[in-house]
DNA sequence: TTCCTGGCCT
DNA sequence: AGGCCTGGAA
């Protein structure tokens, strides 16, 4: 198992072809309304090890991104549902520190978990959810967490990202993220034209199913690399695209280029 | 007002 | 699949 934060941010064109389909890709692309579907694939491929190198340079560093155990990546992913990470880094610790497994969490009042996610937002949400995760994980999984999607899913509020992202950051198994910053970076990049719930579009999961590298250390640094771009370069309003690694080959910066 | 590593209800 | 919601922060 690599300690490495981030995977492997070291690859080439060449090495990502053979853990692509290249094919589906392009007609992935082509069904979202992509122009030039071979040629924006092709482009892709060649700027995602600089995607991966800036990642290795300025990717943020969390804890939870230092953890390969279940629980500490779960419980993240349940704090971070839209929620920066930044905040989320303020109170993990603590968190963790007071319910180091679920069987704490289940034995816990909602007064003591109400307080300690009080200052992220979604109090009410977020209590109910990880008291629920506590007493099903306690209940029934022997105080350990569940090795799939489908049971990850199980405690109310924890839905198709955060259990997704529990498998890929904990446990290494590559899956396709859709968040806003994916569909975002992924939209612009491409000239993929996403639909109002990215996150609830088979095409899109579909899309980026076929872009993520089959290597587990791969995907984890693809994920991450979209995932930070998106926070910190490519943001939803006035992205800061001079800054941007890959805007060579992006058609929403080269399309403003053109328009100044 | 909009955004943040979405998810639930209808 | 579409609408709607939760809260702190920018």
Redesign the pocket.
């Known amino acids: 198992m690599s300690e490495l934060p981030f995977g492997k941010t070291r690859t080439t064109p060449d090495e990502l072809r053979t853990q692509i389909d290249t094919a589906a890709a392009v007609r992935r692309a082509r069904e979202g309304g992509v122009s030039c579907p071979e040629q924006r694939i092709d482009r892709f491929i060649q700027i995602v090890p600089d995607l991966l190198e800036w990642l290795e340079n300025h990717g943020?560093e969390?804890p939870?991104?230092h953890s390969s155990d279940a629980w500490e990546v779960y419980i993240?992913?349940i704090l971070?549902?839209?929620?920066?990470?930044?905040?989320v880094a303020e109170v993990y610790s603590a968190f963790l520190d007071e319910f180091p497994d679920p069987d704490s969490l289940a034995n816990a009042t909602e007064e003591d978990i109400r307080q300690l996610v009080?200052?992220?937002?979604?109090?009410?949400?977020r209590t109910r959810t990880l008291k629920e995760v506590g007493k099903l994980f306690s209940a029934e999984f022997d105080g350990d967490v569940p090795d799939s999607v489908e049971e990850l899913?199980r405690?109310?509020?924890?839905?198709?990202?955060?259990?997704r992202?529990c498998q890929m950051?904990a446990r290494g198994k590559p899956m396709a993220?859709v968040?806003?910053?994916f569909a975002?970076v992924i939209g612009r990049v491409l000239g993929y034209e996403m639909?109002?719930?990215p996150?609830?579009s088979?095409a899109v999961y579909g899309l980026l199913e076929t872009l993520l590298p089959t290597s587990p250390e791969l995907a984890r640094a693809f994920n991450l690399a979209i995932?930070?771009l998106?926070?910190l370069i490519c943001?939803?309003?006035h992205p800061d695209c001079k800054s941007c690694p890959i805007n060579r080959g992006c058609v929403y910066y080269c399309t403003r280029m053109e328009d100044e």
């Open positions: 943020r969390y939870w991104r993240a992913e971070l549902q839209r929620t920066r990470g930044d905040a009080e200052p992220l937002g979604f109090v009410n949400h899913k405690p109310w509020r924890a839905g198709e990202y955060s259990a992202a950051f993220l968040d806003a910053n975002r639909p109002v719930q996150h609830k088979s995932l930070d998106g926070a943001t939803a309003e």
